[in-house]
């Protein structure tokens, strides 16, 4: 009945302490936009994590309610398999793209697309599931490092200070 999913931390407000947004305005813009979050979806090998991963003991997730829960889990909610060209495409249609030929794409800004996402570390499972995502996003020019933090430093950034881009 266990899940692991990621996230991109949309939280609209400000720090109360400093007045800072809790998240870059420009990072915000990409983490709530639906064809971004979309194409991130599609840039995750669900299989290669079940097959390397879980060795084949679990099943891909494409809702936060797994099949095992039974009248409360959706199967008609949509699935945004592993398609790393659908994945560049959709980010070409936000005018993501590498402009200057380093293999990560930029904003139509100029703004690089890199993000850090965390995990705690001494959780192997999540190590190489964080591993394994971060290949996905290279494949689709994207720069995002994996952070591993203590646990309870992972529960605070969730739940209290929001300082973190994407779970």
């Known amino acids: 009945l266990g ?3 990621f996230w991109f931390n ?5 720090n109360p302490e400093t007045g800072a947004p809790f998240l870059d305005p420009v990072k915000y813009a990409w983490f709530s936009n639906v064809k971004f979050r ?17 060795r084949g003991r679990a099943v891909e997730l494409y809702s936060p309610l797994p099949a095992s829960m039974g009248k409360w889990h959706n199967p008609n909610s949509p699935k945004f398999e592993y398609e790393p060209e659908k994945a560049k495409a959709l980010l070409e249609e936000l005018g993501m793209k590498d402009r200057d030929g380093d293999g990560i794409r930029e904003d139509e800004s100029g703004n690089k697309i890199q993000f850090t996402y965390i995990t705690n ?8 599931i964080g ?4 290949e996905g ?5 994207l720069d995002a490092t994996l952070k591993l933090v203590d646990f ?16």
């Not at 570390?121 to 190489?128: G, Q, S, V």
């Not at 591993?131 to 971060?134: E, G, M, P």
């Not at 309870?152 to 779970?167: G, K, P, S």
Request: hydrophobic residues 35%; charged residues 30%; contains cysteine.
């Open 131 to 134: 591993v394994i995502l971060k």
């Open 38 to 54: 979309q194409a991130i979806s599609h840039s995750i090998n669900r299989k290669g994590i079940l097959r390397n991963v879980y």
């Open 121 to 128: 570390r001494e959780n192997e499972i999540r190590e190489r």
């Open 137 to 141: 996003f290279t494949e689709v020019g």
């Open 10 to 14: 949309q939280h609209p407000g400000k």
């Open 152 to 167: 309870n430093t992972l529960v605070t950034a969730l739940n209290d200070t929001f300082d973190y881009e994407a779970c």
């Open 3 to 5: 899940t692991d999913m």
